[in-house]
């Protein structure tokens, strides 16, 4: 990223040699984010971040078909509840670990249906969701809609996933996972924060949210923050090369942790899924306890945990997460999340157990 701090501090909208140069250092990223979702670079339009991504695929679509509804998981990030709660929303219940209703699925999805978005994975609990299921579902739909019906009078049908928590650890190849819409943050990835990725599969129209000079397909006018562009590219690139790896290493740790957790404190109960999670995510009730209080005294010895979405950790009420899968406001107050990543070792999950235990 340095160099488009300094020498190569130009609007890649100009015409000049320097600048051309600095429009050859963009065309390149976005190839390369391309690679790894299997998408043309067409398709790659950069945002600031998952948040400006997923409302610009809801906004997007919907500004499009304001008497349409869209249908999304009750346990989606709130960049996706909240411009979704703008249109007519229906939500889709999650069982007891958190994986996707698949009949409530189909039950939700009407005529008048234009956009679906089901998160790839949770970010407090971890869960990763049937996502190529849901895409079938979705194709059954698009089938159904058409018979019998003139094409100009059928409303499309979409479908949109937040990988932002699945990028380390999971393929994020779009046709394999059926996806019409996905979006990326930086920030999740070890790359610069407020850069990000939404892919647009061609033929898909969207609305945009920021009117100007046309950048980004005319999704997204703004000069464009070079050197966050190809941090992120040189980011996902790096994750997605070790991806395999990493999962593995984490796996290890994780099986360690709750190892560990239910010799040391038996009381404690995983939340989530067991079998579709991510390697990285332990998130525990901790029956009678307070999780506030205990985050406190768990940062005062050095460990840092959570108690819902980072996004959200000023909201005093209980997760709506946690409330989508069944616990109770008490149960809720008594719940932590661990997640390790790149620099976690073995070392640090036996001295949080043993901290955690002793607290």
Same mark, same amino acid.
């Given at each position: 990223?340095?160099?488009?701090?300094?020498?190569?501090?130009?609007?890649?909208?100009?015409?000049?040699?320097?600048?051309?140069? &600095?429009?050859?250092?963009?065309?390149?990223?976005?190839?390369?984010?391309?690679?790894?979702?299997?998408?043309?670079?067409?398709?790659?339009?950069?945002?600031?971040?998952?948040?400006?991504?997923?409302?610009?695929? #809801?906004?997007?679509?919907?500004?499009?078909?304001?008497?349409?509804?869209?249908?999304?998981?009750?346990?989606?990030?709130?960049?996706?509840?909240?411009?979704?709660?703008?249109?007519?929303?229906?939500?889709?219940?999650?069982?007891?670990?958190?994986?996707?209703?698949?009949?409530?699925?189909?039950?939700?999805?009407?005529?008048?249906?234009?956009? &679906?978005? #089901?998160?790839?994975?949770?970010?407090?609990?971890?869960?990763?969701?049937? #996502?190529?299921?849901?895409?079938?579902?979705?194709?059954?739909?698009?089938?159904?809609?058409?018979?019998?019906?003139?094409?100009?009078?059928?409303?499309? !049908?979409?479908?949109?996933?937040?990988?932002?928590?699945?990028?380390?650890?999971?393929?994020?190849?779009?046709?394999?996972?059926?996806?019409?819409?996905?979006?990326?943050?930086?920030?999740?990835?070890?790359?610069?924060?407020?850069?990000?990725?939404?892919?647009?599969?061609?033929?898909?129209?969207?609305?945009?949210?920021?009117?100007?000079?046309?950048?980004?397909?005319?999704?997204?006018?703004?000069?464009?923050?070079?050197?966050?562009?190809?941090?992120?590219?040189?980011?996902?690139?790096?994750?997605?090369?070790?991806?395999?790896?990493?999962?593995?290493?984490?796996?290890?740790?994780?099986?360690?942790?709750?190892?560990? !957790?239910?010799?040391?404190?038996?009381?404690?109960?995983?939340?989530?899924?067991?079998?579709?999670?991510?390697?990285?995510?332990?998130?525990?009730?901790?029956?009678?306890?307070?999780?506030?209080?205990?985050?406190?005294?768990?940062?005062?010895?050095?460990?840092?945990?959570?108690?819902?979405?980072?996004?959200?950790?000023?909201?005093?009420?209980?997760?709506?997460?946690?409330?989508?899968?069944?616990?109770?406001?008490?149960?809720?107050?008594?719940?932590?999340?661990?997640?390790?990543?790149?620099?976690?070792?073995?070392?640090?999950?036996?001295?949080? #157990?043993?901290?955690?235990?002793?607290?």
């Amino acid at each position: 990223m340095q160099p488009y701090f300094s020498e190569r501090f130009y609007n890649p909208s100009a015409t000049y040699t320097a600048a051309l140069e &600095v429009r050859r250092g963009v065309a390149a990223a976005r190839a390369q984010v391309a690679h790894w979702l299997g998408a043309r670079p067409v398709e790659i339009i950069f945002t600031a971040g998952g948040t400006e991504a997923n409302n610009l695929a #809801i906004h997007g679509m919907m500004r499009q078909f304001p008497d349409a509804n869209v249908v999304v998981s009750a346990i989606e990030h709130e960049s996706v509840l909240a411009p979704a709660g703008r249109y007519d929303c229906r939500q889709v219940a999650v069982a007891a670990d958190g994986r996707l209703n698949l009949d409530d699925l189909r039950a939700k999805i009407d005529g008048q249906t234009v956009l &679906v978005s #089901i998160m790839y994975a949770n970010n407090e609990i971890g869960t990763i969701q049937p #996502i190529r299921e849901v895409a079938k579902i979705i194709a059954e739909k698009r089938t159904e809609r058409m018979v019998g019906r003139p094409a100009a009078k059928t409303l499309p !049908l979409y479908f949109h996933t937040d990988a932002c928590q699945a990028a380390n650890y999971l393929d994020l190849h779009v046709a394999r996972l059926g996806v019409d819409l996905m979006s990326l943050n930086g920030g999740k990835i070890y790359g610069p924060k407020q850069s990000g990725v939404l892919y647009v599969k061609a033929g898909v129209r969207l609305m945009p949210l920021i009117d100007g000079g046309g950048q980004e397909q005319n999704l997204r006018s703004g000069t464009e923050n070079i050197a966050s562009v190809v941090g992120f590219a040189a980011a996902l690139d790096i994750v997605q090369t070790d991806r395999q790896g990493e999962t593995q290493r984490l796996k290890d740790l994780q099986n360690r942790f709750s190892h560990l !957790l239910e010799q040391e404190l038996p009381p404690a109960s995983i939340n989530g899924s067991q079998k579709f999670r991510l390697p990285n995510n332990i998130h525990l009730t901790l029956p009678g306890r307070d999780n506030e209080r205990l985050l406190i005294q768990l940062d005062e010895a050095g460990v840092q945990a959570a108690a819902g979405s980072a996004c959200s950790a000023s909201d005093e009420t209980p997760s709506h997460v946690l409330s989508a899968i069944g616990l109770t406001d008490k149960t809720a107050r008594a719940s932590l999340r661990f997640t390790m990543g790149r620099y976690t070792n073995l070392a640090a999950v036996n001295k949080t #157990i043993a901290i955690l235990s002793k607290l």
